[in-house]
């Protein structure tokens, strides 16, 4: 399948592509390490980019923070309006998979912005007409941001990697690697139609 990634210079991004070969990588800075290993199209802008033609899934990786993005209003824009446009784009030129990392206690009703915006998303993209779509929804995410500096995840990984073994199993913290390698498979499997929602130990089995 011809997949294109979104997201690529994320935490979880970085570890797909390191672990395959062949993606389209829509990107807003350059990734010079993976010359000749992916093809990545620069823009600051993602929709400034022609959608690529033929694609056949999404894995999509987009994601920020409230604090790094600003203000509420920069957030939604970016979490929710900028992936909403470009996945609607992906189904409109036939893309049939979508792979996309969510978080856990994503819900179009919680009192938290960005639990809220990421239920939200979850809804809007599940109807949008694709073959299949698996979210994934992990808890703490552990693993060395590139470019990214995040003190307060810094201590919570520290925390929460030395408190994982007794943690309950859908609250339990996830390396960025266990993770990638778990969308790597899906994204190598058969289409299977339909919607699935994975997080809890099942992100570990496959």
Sequence with gaps: MKTVLLGGTGLIGRQVLNKTAGFVVMSR???P???????????????????PEQCDQVICCLGTTLKKAGSKDAFI????????????RAVKNGAKRLLIVSALGASEQ????????KGELEATVSAMGWQQVVIYQPSLLLGERINDTRPTEFFSQKIGAILAP??????RPIKADTLAQRIVHDGQSPL???????????LWAY
Excluded: C
């Excluded at 390490?33 to 993602?46: C, M, S, T």
């Excluded at 824009?77 to 609607?88: H, K, P, V």
């Excluded at 007794?166 to 609250?171: E, G, H, S, T």
């Design 77 to 88: 824009e970016q979490d929710f309006l900028l992936t909403r446009e470009l996945l609607a």
């Design 33 to 51: 390490e993976y010359d000749g290993r992916h093809q990545v199209i620069v823009a600051g802008n993602l929709l400034d980019l022609a959608w």
């Design 192 to 202: 299977l139609p339909g919607i699935q929602t994975i997080k809890g130990k099942p």
């Design 29 to 31: 800075r350059e990734m």
């Design 166 to 171: 007794i943690v309950p199993a859908n609250l």
């Design 110 to 117: 919680s009192m938290v912005l960005y639990s809220r915006v």
